[in-house]
């Protein structure tokens, strides 16, 4: 069973528009969650984490969090052709580990 | 700050070969992990240490691959002998302390013809 499931695209949005990705998890007991960005041939890089109900906003970046419906999203707004990567979702996975799932690729088209 | 450090980049070996991945994480963090990255089963954890002891190697698929941490500032992970299915990159990240953010070196690729 996976911990974290993401839809794996690819997403393809026009450039200046909104970006929504979404992130499902299995464990009612994650308090925290984590997006990372992987552009092609890289490593993975932490752009947000959020540990509370709500939203949490970062310049561009907005996560959304719902317990109670076990989801967590990323919102990009005006989206620029840079922010073309694979986005990652990661729920904890015991005392110490992240469980990551598969991605979603996003293609934002100038 | 340095960031993770990985060695080698990138490796090309034959079947059978003994493969050796290096690691030295960011000075002070706490906790250690070894990744495998593919694009049919995306990022799999390996194993991972804490204060420089294995927590948890349940992700290491088979005997054929085992890791070191012989002190705070170093790792590896061995593969002996390599197989084809083996070809991934290999991530090494670390983090300061538990549940916080992992902070990731650049990667091995691994390719095991």
């Known amino acids: 069973q996976k911990e974290v499931e993401q839809n794996s695209g690819p997403l393809s949005v026009p450039e200046g528009a909104i970006a929504s990705l979404n992130c499902t998890y299995s464990?009612?007991?994650?308090?925290?969650f984590f997006w990372y960005r992987q552009y092609s041939g890289k490593s993975p890089e932490l752009i947000m984490f959020?540990?509370?109900?709500g939203d949490k906003e970062d310049g561009r970046f907005t996560a959304q969090l719902n317990k109670a419906s076990q989801y967590v999203s990323l919102l990009i707004r005006d989206s620029q052709p840079s922010d073309s990567a694979t986005y990652l979702c990661?729920?904890?996975?015991?005392?110490?580990?992240?469980?990551f799932g598969t991605g979603t690729r996003l293609t934002v088209i100038p | 700050d340095a960031g993770v450090i990985q060695s080698p980049r990138h490796e090309v070996t034959e079947m059978g070969q003994e493969v050796t991945l290096r690691c030295k994480p960011i000075?002070?963090?706490?906790?250690l992990f070894w990744y495998r990255q593919t694009m049919m089963r995306g990022l799999e954890l390996l194993i991972y240490?804490?204060?420089?002891?294995?927590?948890?190697d349940s992700g290491m698929p088979e005997d054929r691959f085992s890791a070191k941490m012989p002190n705070a500032s170093f790792s590896t992970l061995k593969i002996q002998p390599s197989e084809p299915r083996d070809s991934a990159v290999y991530f090494c990240?670390?983090?300061?302390?538990?549940?916080?953010?992992?902070?990731f070196g650049n990667g091995t690729r691994l390719t095991v013809t």
């Open positions: 464990d009612r007991g994650s308090q925290s």
């Open positions: 000075s002070g963090h706490n906790s």
């Open positions: 959020i540990y509370s109900n």
């Open positions: 990661a729920a904890p996975e015991g005392a110490n580990n992240l469980f």
């Open positions: 240490f804490n204060n420089n002891v294995p927590i948890d």
């Open positions: 990240a670390s983090s300061p302390r538990q549940g916080s953010p992992l902070h």
